[in-house]
Each structure stands twice: as C-alpha cells, then as structure tokens.
T-cell receptor, first 108, second 114 residues
Framework: GIQVEQSPPDLILQEGANSTLRCNFSDSVNNLQWFHQNPWGQLINLFYIPSGTKQNGRLSATTVATERYSLLYISSSQTTDSGVYFCAVGYNNNDMRFGAGTRLTVKP | DADVTQTPRNRITKTGKRIMLECSQTKGHDRMYWYRQDPGLGLRLIYYSFDVKDINKGEISDGYSVSRQAQAKFSLSLESAIPNQTALYFC?????????????FGPGTRLTVT
C-alpha cells in the first residue's frame, strides 16, 4: 500500500507565528485530504486537494502530485489551531492511508 | 443535525463479549468506511463498502466483521472483543467517481475492552 510520511511530528509555536506542515507519499493518488483532529477527537475536514492549491482563511494547502508531496500552511496561528493535523491519501478510495500526524501546540 | 452519526459514542465492554458499532449517514453517499485510531497514531482502514452489495477488507480486518444494511447504514462488529481492540473507531462516507472522493467522518466511538 501507499506509504505516507508527515513532518515534523511535533511543532510548538507562539501565537501569531506561521508554520508549514509536509506530507510525502509513495505512489500516485487521486485523493488527498488534510484533517485537523481537535482535543476532543473530532476530525475536521480542512482540504480535499489531490492537486493544486487551495486557501481557506488563514489556512492554505498545495499538492504537487507529480513530486508526491503536499504542504499545509497555517498563518497567524491561534491557540485554537492546536491539535493533530493528518494527511490522508488514496487512489479511488480503495485503500485510504493516513500519516502519523503532526501534533501542533500553539502557546498564548 | 450531523451528516454522519455513530452509536454508541462511548462503550466499555469485557473480553470475549460481542459488540456492534453503528453508523448512519444522511449525505446520500454510496461509499462507507470503518477506521480505527490507536493513541498517537493515524487512522487505519478496517473495512469499506462501495454499495449495499459490496464489502471489502481494509488494512486491519482480522477480528472484525461488517454489515451494510442499507445505503445509509454500515455497522461494525467485534465477535469476541479483546483488549488490544481498545481504540477510537470512526465511520466515514464518500461519494465515488461520479462526484468527489472526499471523505466525511463521524464523531467517533471510544471503545474500551477490559
């Protein structure tokens, strides 16, 4: 199956700082999603982005499918951004694979 | 109302007991999935179904079974629960090739096997 690696595993920021999270994957995909898991365990869809660039407020994401990576940018971070960010990839949804996540802590 | 619901939200059971987790969706999606999440790890796929007559094993299906009772309902069973099945379980849905592959997740069921 597809291998997914996320980096960094942990990230600590001061409120207001910017950050970039990376997701590398080992094979061709036509589904790539970024999620935020909040402290209560809920998974929140951030982006569905198998290719290209999208922006939603302070968050944006870019996927370069030919080079097999995706980046999630968080600007002007807030304490409510804390949690774990997951990248998940798949092909035709036959076997979606999640990375191990990046744990983000934003300090006030 | 939530588009993807799971019941129960929390469950504590004993080793050897049979337990069923249920998932319902109102999104009208054909595809449904069951995942488990262990502490500090990402989600792993247990089973998935592309329509009512289609069931497929995922990465970690041993010890689990599923039933797709209707387009909107997909249940996961643990025939004889064991402690290492203690985890957070998520149901998800998606459209298919005619729409988007984007997956939408339920709130999760926290299962503890003692």
């Amino acid at each position: 199956g597809i291998q997914v690696e996320q980096s960094p595993p942990d990230l600590i920021l001061q409120e207001g700082a910017n950050s970039t999270l990376r997701c590398n994957f080992s094979d061709s995909v036509n589904n790539l999603q970024w999620f935020h898991q909040n402290p209560w365990g809920q998974l929140i869809n951030l982006f569905y982005i198998p290719s290209g660039t999208k922006q939603n407020g302070r968050l944006s994401a870019t996927t370069v499918a030919t080079e097999r990576y995706s980046l999630l940018y968080i600007s002007s971070s807030q304490t409510t951004d804390s949690g774990v960010y997951f990248c998940a990839v798949g092909y035709n949804n036959n076997d979606m694979r999640f990375g191990a996540g990046t744990r983000l802590t934003v300090k006030p | 109302d939530a588009d993807v619901t799971q019941t129960p939200r929390n469950r504590i059971t004993k080793t050897g007991k049979r337990i069923m987790l249920e998932c319902s969706q109102t999104k009208g999606h054909d595809r449904m999935y069951w995942y488990r999440q262990d502490p500090g790890l990402g989600l792993r796929l247990i089973y998935y179904s592309f329509d009512v007559k289609d069931i497929n094993k995922g990465e970690i299906s041993d010890g689990y079974s599923v039933s797709r009772q209707a387009q909107a309902k997909f249940s996961l069973s643990l025939e004889s629960a064991i402690p290492n099945q203690t985890a957070l379980y998520f149901c998800a849905t998606s459209d298919g090739p005619q729409g988007s592959y984007e997956q939408y997740f339920g709130p999760g069921t926290r299962l503890t096997v003692t």
